[in-house]
């Protein structure tokens, strides 16, 4: 299997945390299933199940207290972690699962297993922080991803590049004053959560190993594909990760109800290229991408197809 080029790692139980209606539902893993399942190539990718993160692992990212207040707000029945988070009675359980698909995502890369291994995990992770749930995330599976990278395979330098239109907070975060773990992300700024001002760039240790690059409003693919390389691409290629993790959100995508950017799908091919163009040079070809937002259904299917084909080799 190690001539694999991309694996999925999938779960049924990620449908289990479900609120119809909200932007952040079921239906999202639902419409990119059925994507892959209507397309020969796609579904024909190996797939790898996941199993229930390590709770030391997943306390090398999150306080304690806040994977107890995520278990006490599934036990008792569920509700709203601030105004767009919910928890069902599943939710702890099911974030738990997501954030073992990192892992499994890794350990599927570093282990020989293919190149590149993406979860279609939900719910996304990269607004929790260290501290706390919130923009739809419960657990921060990126980092958790990052994580697992060094303590169990033993990597050093982790880059995460993070294209979903918001900001991840909790992502930068987590890794804020750690130098060995790169976070880039390119963002709509305004937008929500209100952090990524190019003036964050780490402090302590880690001054200069996050990269925030806010755009306006109705930047189109070709200038957003321009950042991305003149300041994405540049970081990483001086961080020279051993692995790349990418926050694979859809929602820049001008179809997107979110959000103002203008990506298409032929945007996410373009910057699917690039991405494996960089951890080929820098990683031995070892990428990890983790669904994060993306919540016009057609769009997202697509995108994600988009990106599958390029990461399998089409
Ligand atoms: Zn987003």
Redesign the pocket.
């Known amino acids: 299997m190690s001539g694999t080029p991309v694996s999925l790692i999938v779960d049924d139980s990620f449908l289990l945390h479900d609120f119809p209606g909200h932007p952040e539902s079921a239906q999202r893993l639902r419409a990119i299933t059925d994507r892959v399942l209507a397309d020969p190539v796609l579904r024909s990718l190996p797939s790898a199940p996941a199993a229930d993160v390590d709770l030391d692992l997943l306390h090398a990212v999150h306080t304690d207290g806040h994977l107890r207040s995520v278990e006490r707000a599934a036990q008792s029945g569920g509700g709203w972690i601030d105004a767009d988070t919910y928890c069902t009675p599943r939710s702890y359980d099911v974030a738990i699962r997501a954030a073992g698909a990192a892992v499994a995502a890794v350990d599927t890369v570093c282990g020989g297993g293919s190149r590149t291994a993406f979860g279609l995990v939900r719910p996304p992770g990269h607004h929790a922080t260290r501290a706390q749930a919130m923009g739809f995330c419960l657990f921060n599976n990126a980092a958790v991803a990052a994580r697992a990278a060094q303590r169990l395979h033993g990597l050093e330098r982790v880059a995460i590049v993070d294209i ?3 900001h991840g907070n909790g992502t930068q975060d987590v890794f804020y004053d750690d130098p060995s773990v790169l976070y880039c992300s390119l963002h709509q700024w305004p937008l929500y959560p209100g952090t990524g001002r190019a003036a964050e760039t780490g402090e302590g240790r880690g001054a200069g190993a996050t990269v925030n690059v806010p755009v306006s409003p109705y930047t189109d693919g070709d200038q957003w594909l321009a950042a991305f390389d003149e300041v994405v691409v540049a970081a990483v290629h001086t961080h020279r990760p051993e692995l790349v993790v990418v926050s694979a ?1 859809y ?1 820049a995508h001008q179809a997107d109800p ?1 959000a103002q950017l203008c990506l298409t799908e032929d945007t996410y091919r373009a910057v699917a290229t690039r991405l494996e163009a960089v951890a080929g040079e820098h990683a031995a070809g070892r990428s990890v991408w983790l669904l ?2 993306g919540y016009d259904l057609g769009a997202l299917a697509g995108s994600v197809g988009a990106s599958l084909h390029v990461l399998a080799g089409r």
């Open positions: 979903d239109v918001h959100g929602d979110l994060e937002g």
